[in-house]
């Protein structure tokens, strides 16, 4: 089993719906990444989580330590935002640890 | 303000050939670390430092060797090219520790035939 997963893998959804993206883990941390990677492009960190909720824009992060789980949600969701999303944890000696992603496509 | 550099961004290497990736960051960052993006495998984590002077091995180290000598510099190198190693390769960097906001370069491309 993975230390870190996220679901779903795939998610197809029409602009303007409300998304979310959850993060499991399984180990102890310090710290957690949301990051979004577009089809042959960068990675660009959207949140960095210890702690509670963070918003920015039509993206929302929240983390619940003690039941090791974190949710990405979107709000008012367009084709743009239309990337892979992917959680990391910071475990021990200051690693990281990443889930396999999840591919959202936003339909027009 | 460059942010985090990466050259180059396409490589195709021979197997057995050497070569290094470069990453610079012009942020002060003490945390720098070279990653590896595999299809069905995600990112994993090959070399990180935590300073100038500092590296350590992360979950898929073999074959790659790295040095810190400056604070803007983490370069990886590949000493000896197997197909194995042709993957999407990316730098990233954070201030102080992973519990800052991460700057990831934008990529290099390797193919090793």
């Known amino acids: 089993k993975n230390e870190v997963e996220q679901s779903p893998q795939n998610l197809t959804a029409q602009e303007g719906e409300f998304i979310t993206i959850n993060c499991s883990y399984s180990v102890g941390i310090s710290a957690l990444h949301w990051l979004q990677q577009h089809p042959g492009g960068g990675i660009v960190s959207l949140f960095m989580?210890?702690?509670g909720k963070k918003k920015h824009g039509r993206l929302i992060a929240t983390i619940n330590i003690q039941e090791k789980h974190s949710s990405l949600h979107i709000t008012a969701s367009h084709p743009r935002d239309s990337a892979v999303y992917i959680c990391a944890v910071v475990g021990r000696a200051q690693k990281l640890v990443f889930g396999q992603g999840t591919r959202l496509t936003i339909n027009p | 303000n460059a942010g985090v550099t990466q050259t180059p961004k396409f490589q195709v290497l021979k197997t057995g050939q050497s070569m290094t990736l470069q990453c610079a960051q012009d942020m002060n960052h003490e945390y720098m670390s070279w990653y590896r993006q595999d299809p069905g495998m995600g990112l994993r984590l090959i070399h990180y430092?935590?300073?100038?002077?500092?590296?350590d091995q992360g979950e898929v180290p073999n074959g790659y060797n790295v040095s810190r000598s400056t604070t803007e510099d983490f370069p990886l190198r590949l000493l000896s090219a197997a197909p194995s190693q042709t993957s999407v390769y990316f730098c990233?960097?954070?201030?102080?520790?992973?519990?800052?906001?991460?700057?990831f370069g934008n990529g290099t491309r390797l193919t090793v035939t």
């Open positions: 990233a960097s954070s201030w102080q520790s992973l519990n800052s906001p991460l700057h």
């Open positions: 989580l210890s702690s």
């Open positions: 430092s935590v300073g100038a002077g500092i590296t």
